[in-house]
């Protein structure tokens, strides 16, 4: 057994050095295919990334009617009530006195008009932060929704209503990535087939006298699996580097861009399960391609 | 060792190669099978090594009917079976200890007695010096001599030979006959296919005369040759 996957190995090291560019035609292939993947993965990761943080930066105020203060017994209520929702995460109350010092803090050039105004004209408000798992649009509206009929809530404000906004653009931009990844799948299983073929023929005379002699379907099929296995590494290998040249050329260039409209925001690189996962795929994608060719003549 | 019975081989398009054969081959015999170009003697070893359906008829090797054997149990069977091909078919990719070596990989053989054997084998067809030669840089001869090495070194049961002598000179061509004489006192069944009667001749063995698909004759000298 040991034996065999010896002879295997070397025949497929042969190999590859006798047919360099048929060998090399399949590693591009490979590629290709692994890098189409890996950038869909990288462009979601990413996408996910940005996601998460506009979910992270969506707070709701809840703003109280005039004289609610903590103790009372409305304020009691509205608190009971806003904690029995699964979706919070956590609450602050804002007196109108802090948010008064807040606004004058951030907006020193308003100070004279408040003077102006004589009294405090800002409202007490309760600032809340939901959970991460259920900050969708959907949910969102429905708690609203919800806390409109509360007593005691004069106003409720979400930061970023322009979210529902994004979340379409990005359902779009989903939809035509989507397209365009089955066009170039298409396009990439005829040129792997079209492969295949020309493999195919180079080996029927050589599969044909390995039959003769007396060796089994497996014993055939043993060296072009191994050199599936390293059309399939060369490949995902090539694919992912070729994937790192083009991250590292769009942090460098388009971070900077990002980060102005997501603040913090940083592309980062796929995880290394993802990698993994992509070498994984192409070693499979170069198994199967050795198994076809082969698989045609060993019917027979 | 080898019953045929009524066999007949109809090509697709209706050539009729093979008609209505039946032999018996015995265990360790010797046997020529002679006749012009196109008798029927490449069809009838293709059968034997079954890398030709018949259309009619039985063949029984090693006690095996091959009608019946299982596709997945003929790569077992042939490894019974030596064959020197006409064509030689040589993996061109690999080279002469490679090519002779790939008949005892199949079987799994240690390594140590893989080279052992190549070389020895080798050394009887006069090649042991050109081991690491590809098969584009031997001669007809040459490659006709690694295809026999192929087909002998694991010492088959059935030795099937088409047109061994065809690329030889008579001083090599005598050489692989007493090869082939070797391989036949150790006990193994040859079969060997030729168009040159002064070595059917001289070796005055069975012959079987095959002519437009038939058994003409079966002899150990054939009386026309005698004349």
Known sequence: MFSSAGFFLSQSVRDFKNHPYLHLSVVVIISLACFIFGIVLLFAFNLNRVVDSIYADIDVTVYLKPDIKPGDDVYKKIELRLKEDSVIESLKFVSSDEALAKFRKEMPDYNKLIDFAGSNPLPSSIEIKLKKNTRDVKSMERFVAGLSRIDGIEDVNITGDWINRFFGFLAFIKLVAGIIMVLIGVGVVFIIYNTVKITIHSRSTQIEIMKLIGATNWFIKGPFIFEGI??????????????????????????????????????EFLD????????????????????????????? | MIQLFHVNKVYDGGL???????????????????GPSGAGKTTLLKLLY????????????????????????IPYFRRNIGVVFQDFKLLRDSNVFDNVAFALRILGRKHSEINGRVMEVLR???????????????????????????????SPALLLADE?????????AARIIDIFNQVNAKGSTVIVATHNVAMVRELGKRTLHIDNGKIREDSTVRESDVQ
């Open chain 2, 124 to 154: 009887m067809v006069g090649l042991e010096k050109r081991y690491r030669d590809v098969p584009e840089n031997l001669s007809g001869g040459e490659q006709q001599r690694v295809c026999i090495a192929r087909a002998i070194v694991n």
């Open chain 1, 230 to 267: 390293w059309q399939g590494l060369g490949g995902s290998l090539l694919s992912v580097g070729i994937l790192y040249a083009v991250y590292s050329f769009l942090k460098n260039n388009l971070e900077g861009a990002f980060s102005f409209i997501f603040s913090g925001m940083r592309f």
């Open chain 2, 50 to 73: 079954m890398a030709e359906t018949l259309s009619d008829g039985q063949v029984v090797i090693f006690g095996k009917n091959t009608s019946r054997l299982k596709k997945r149990s």
């Open chain 1, 272 to 300: 290394p399960f993802t990698i993994v996962s992509i070498l994984g795929g192409g070693i499979l994608l170069g198994i199967c391609g050795g198994g076809i060719s082969t698989a045609k003549f060993l019917r027979k």
């Open chain 2, 16 to 34: 009729w190669a093979l008609r209505d054969i039946s032999l018996t081959v015995k265990k360790g015999e010797f046997v020529f099978l002679t």
């Open chain 2, 164 to 172: 061994p002598s065809g690329n030889l000179d008579p001083e090599n």
